[in-house]
C-alpha cells in the first residue's frame, strides 16, 4: 500500500449502505485500500468483494460461517468471527465504516473509537443504545466520529461555519428534515391496513428492509432525534422534526440571528459516504447533483405526532436518558423483525415499543455490562408483548 493510501475496513458490506461505499471505493483505488469486510448471512457476496478488492480479512457471525466462507476464499485470506472479530477489524484500519445493522453493529462502533480511528458511522443504533459508553471512548485520541446518515451528515455541514464550542451556544435549533415516508397523509383509519408491501416502498430512498420499515412508522425519524443529540452534544428541546416530501434538503441548523443553513442534493447515500471518507478534502464524484436549469420544488410540512406516536416515543426515551434509548431501539428492532416475519401488523410495532417503555427498569448506563443486560431485558419485554 503506497503511504498516502487510507485503509478502510467496511463492515456490514453486503447490505444497502455496503454496497453503496464499494460503489464509491471503486471510484477512489488511488486513495483508499479496503483492507477489511463483514457480513451477517451472504458468503458468496462476501466472497465476491473479497476477490475485486484484494481484501485481507474478513468478520463473519458464527463458526459455522467461518468454515464455509473459508472454502470459499482458500487459505489466504483471514477470517474472524463475532463481536470479537468485528471489534478487531475495526481496530485495525484508518478508516472504518460501520454499515451493520442493529445493536449488532456495537463492537465495530467501540472498537474503532477506543482505537482513535475514524468511524465512519452508518449505524445508528450503536450510538443511540450506548451515547454515554460512546461520549467516552470518543475522548480517545484520534478518534473522530463523522456521521453517513444523510441528515446528520447535512448538520456537520452546517455546523463548520460554528465556532464549534461544546453544546453549540449559538445554535438555536436543527431541524431534521423527514421524506414522511409511503404512509405520509395517511389517517390513522387507513393505517390499519397497511401491509409489509406498503410499508416497503419507500417514494425517495431505497435502503434496507429495516431501516425502511423504520421510515414508515416515523421510528427513523425518532431515532435520528436520539443521534443527533448524542452526536452533537445537543438536548433533544432544540431538534426539531419537519417533513419535506422531496428529500432535497436534508436537513438545517437554525442560528440565534436567525440564520438558517441547510445541505442539499438530490438524495444519494453515496454523497456522505464519500464525504466521511474523503474529510477534510472533499472527493471530486458529484453524487445526488442537482439540476437547476429545472424547475424543483421544495415544502415543508409538519409531522403529524397522532397518527405516527413513534416520533413522540423517541422525545420521551431521550429526556428519560440513561438505557431508555436502548430499550426504545432494542424493542423496535425485535418489532420489526416480526413485522418483516409476517407475525405481527403495522399498527403492531410501534405499540409493541410503547408497551416495553412502559417496563422500562431505571439504569444509568455505567457500564457495557449493563447495556448488554438492558438490551436483552427490552427484547425479552417486546417479545412477550408480541406474543400477548
Ligand atoms: P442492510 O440490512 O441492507 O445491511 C446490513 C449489513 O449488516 C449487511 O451487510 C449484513 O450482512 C450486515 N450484518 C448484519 N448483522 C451482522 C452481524 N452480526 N455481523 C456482521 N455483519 C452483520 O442495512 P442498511 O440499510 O445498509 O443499513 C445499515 C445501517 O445503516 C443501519 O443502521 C441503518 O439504520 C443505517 N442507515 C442506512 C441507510 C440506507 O440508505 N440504507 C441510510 C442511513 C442510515
Ligand atoms: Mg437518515
Known sequence: MSPSRRSVALLGATGSIGVQTLDVLRRERERFELVSIAGGEQLSELA??????????????????RADLVELVGPGVEVVV???????LAQRSDVVVNAVM????????????SAGKRLALANKESLIAAAPLVAKVRNTIGATLLPIDSEHCAIHQCLASSPGAVGYPDVKRIVLTASG??????????????????ALHHPTWSMGAKITIDSSTLMNKGLEVLEASALFGIDVDRIDVVVHPQSIIHSMVEYV?????????????????????????????AYGELDFSKAISLSFEPPDGTAFPALGLAYEAARVAGAAPAWLS???EVAVAAFLADEINWCDIVAI??????????????SLASLYESDDAARRWARASLER
Open 102 to 113: 442493529g445493536f449488532a453493529g456495537l463492537p465495530v462502533t467501540l472498537g474503532a473509537l
Open 257 to 285: 440571528d436567525g440564520s438558517v443553513l441547510a445541505q442539499l442534493s438530490r438524495p444519494d447515500m453515496r454523497l456522505p459516504i464519500a464525504y466521511c471518507l474523503g474529510q477534510p478534502e472533499r472527493l471530486a464524484y
Open 82 to 88: 463475532g463481536d470479537e472479530g468485528l471489534h478487531d
Open 353 to 366: 415499543v410503547a408497551s416495553t417503555m412502559d417496563h422500562y427498569v431505571a439504569d444509568p448506563l455505567e
Open 48 to 65: 465476491a468483494i473479497a476477490k475485486e478488492f484484494g481484501v485481507k480479512s474478513i468478520a463473519v457471525k458464527s463458526e459455522r460461517h
Open 181 to 198: 415516508g409511503p404512509f405520509r397523509g395517511w389517517s390513522e383509519e387507513q393505517l390499519k391496513g397497511a401491509t409489509k408491501q406498503d
Open 330 to 332: 432494542a424493542a423496535n
